[in-house]
């Protein structure tokens, strides 16, 4: 089965369930899992022929990474953890942003408008505006593949879950 068409059937599953609950809100806090896997930006592909990478990463635990490369500008990542509460998804955890003006880590809290349709699932960021550099873009992210796909350049971020996985709970440990 495509990737593609696996993505439309599991979105139809998705609204199944709503109906059947008799829900508006097919989200849950207690179902995370169901928004595992690498997201992207949705103007991706015109954003790397510019040299602009994000490789964003929800785990199946409970845990994220977002990362940005905009070579010889800025490198940042983010870790933490992210919970999904009616038609939020929030990520809670510290970033490190690494600019050719500067270097920074703070707390990084942010949160989504989760949007289902029949495209998929797609994440917009709330408020559009805030202090994380590239990775606080006001861009919406939209589900791309359950597992890991690095886009970075020149990337340390392993392609496996299990790898993916010790390197967010490793930087976690850094940066706190």
């Known amino acids: 089965m495509t990737q593609n068409r696996q993505l439309l059937r599991f979105t139809l ?3 199944a369930i709503g109906l059947w609950l008799g829900n508006s809100s097919l989200l849950s806090a207690e179902t995370p899992a169901k928004f595992a896997g690498t997201y992207r930006i949705a103007e ?3 954003m790397e022929e510019s040299h602009l990478y994000h490789f964003f990463y929800l785990h199946h635990s409970g845990e994220f ?7 010889k500008r800025e490198s940042s990542r983010a870790v933490g953890t992210w919970k999904v509460d009616g038609s939020h998804l929030s990520l809670s955890g510290t970033i490190e942003v690494k600019t050719n003006k500067g270097e920074w880590t703070v707390p990084y809290q942010r949160t989504f408008k ?5 495209k998929g699932i797609a994440l917009a960021p709330l408020p559009r505006k805030n202090r994380f550099g590239i990775l606080g873009w006001p861009n919406r992210f939209v589900f791309y593949r359950t597992t890991p796909v690095p886009n970075l350049p020149a990337t340390d971020i392993p392609a496996d879950e299990k790898n993916i996985l010790l390197m967010i709970r490793e930087l976690q440990g850094q940066l706190k």
Not at 65 to 71: K, Q, R
């Open 44 to 46: 991706w592909e015109s």
């Open 65 to 71: 990474l977002l990362a940005g490369e905009w070579p």
């Open 114 to 118: 989760v949007e289902i349709s029949d």
């Open 13 to 15: 599953i998705l609204f």
